[in-house]
């Protein structure tokens, strides 16, 4: 695999003719991908691929490329942070530019007005008139609109609209796909609730499109077949209720229809949007944050008749989008353990942070249940205060995105620690009542559970 740092080699043959005939007799056209390791961008990266053109990511994040197309050309820079002059350099060489970057909301690693609209006043301003520029948006944005995310985008989209190259903006709704990020992973895990279906924004209308139809979409505006300056939704045309939406998926699933449907408060809606943008400081990036709970109380909706008159090609309906991703034992396996996950990280927080607190209010009683064995005196004090300190330093520290996986590994290690210290020289508390050595055990697996699950991105 060749990592690209400075840009593009210049390609003789910029222009792409879009007669298949001629095409093949033409130098292949290189495709630059903004953000392609998301959802969105890997999927494109694939079609494009398909498709003949060379193609080239640009992210930020090495280990997400590496995951998603270890094998493609790639550009690993900070999109939101290249002024017009770094932009004309990797410009250089590109026949079109695919933008699937994006945020839902802001937070430490995030800015929704440096990455939707500053970034691209930068790329336009740098834009050569023979570039076709495909711009990824989303259905419902509005200078207008309830949220920042749609306000944002619709900036982005207007400078797009404003650049001297050829543009076309496609503004997809909710995205489905074999994997899951975002949205459709939260509806997905709503849906495999165990013994119950939760009935969420009965008003909201929700209308899907297919990865694929997405990607398809993007190619056919890349090898120009769309007509420059067109702004169309893509989606299929029907749009249905949020609570329909989640009984498809849950049909979908394999799992039984639930006779249990529990209304949830739009209070609590609220409280749930506050503690995910808490914990959005904290560095997760929840679908269950204050955007994307206002995204789909407002509903994601569009209409398809643009991109058909464009020559564009309906895509496939919800049944149709559902009865082409398979639902493996995987995908209920995931659905079922998406809320279970958030749910281990805050035991074993709370169970850390209760731990070291405990000792250090009754550390001479902990003390004491050490003091028969082989340590001395002083050695007894330290690892009763040390030990609760470090508790307490591992139970705060795996609420920390970045350091979750490794607050998980060093919680399995202390605890080996301490089942390795009780062992020899406090035998007697395998056999305590209370069992707090035995108990370490359930400790141990959960915190492993969680290092596993938790994914880099």
Known sequence: MLALSFGIRKKAGRRIDPNPATSRKTPMPTALVLGGYGLIGSACCRSLTEAGFHVVGLGRSRSAAMAAAPNQDWIFRDLSALDTEAWKEFLDGADIVVNAAGALQDGPRDDLEAIHA????????????????????????????????????????????????????????????????????????????????????????????????????????????????????????EARPLPELIRKIRSWQGFPESRLRVRLPNALLALTGFGADAAGHLGWRSPLRSTAIAVLRDGVRGDPGPWVAAGGILPRDLDASLAALPATRQERLYAR?????????????????????????????????????????????????????????????????????????????????????????????????????????????????????????
Do not use: N
Not at 134 to 147: C, D, E, L, R, Y
Not at 179 to 194: E, F, K, Q, S, V
Not at 442 to 451: E, K, R, Y
């Open 337 to 457: 353990l998406y809320f279970a996950l958030p749910l281990a990280i805050a035991a074993l927080s709370v169970f850390w942070i209760a731990s070291g607190l405990v000792a250090l209010a009754q550390h001479a009683a902990a003390a004491s249940a050490l003091a028969g064995g082989a340590l001395p005196t002083w050695a007894v004090g330290t690892t009763v205060i040390g030990g609760a300190l470090i508790d307490i330093a591992l139970g705060i520290a795996i609420l920390w995105r970045p350091w979750c996986k490794q607050a998980a590994l060093g919680m399995v290690a202390v605890s080996g620690a301490y089942l390795t210290g009780g062992t020899l020289f406090a035998p007697e508390l395998w056999i305590d009542p209370l069992g707090p050595l035995v108990k370490v055990l359930p400790s141990i697996g959960l915190a492993i559970i969680v290092w596993l699950a938790v994914e880099s991105r």
């Open 118 to 237: 500053t970034m691209l006043a930068q790329l336009c301003a740098a834009a050569s008139p023979d570039l076709r520029f495909v711009q990824i948006s989303a259905a419902g944005v509005s200078p207008k609109a309830s949220t920042e995310f749609f306000r944002s985008k619709a900036r982005g989209d207007a400078y797009v609209a404003a650049a001297p190259c050829d543009w076309v903006i496609l503004r997809p709704s909710l995205v489905l796909a074999s994997d899951a990020y975002g949205g459709t992973a939260l509806l997905r895990g709503a849906a495999a609730i165990p013994g119950l279906l939760p009935e969420v924004l009965p008003d909201s209308l929700v209308q899907t499109v297919h990865i694929e139809d997405l990607a398809a979409a993007v190619v056919a505006a890349a090898r120009g077949a769309i007509a420059s300056g067109t702004i169309a939704d893509i989606t299929e045309k």
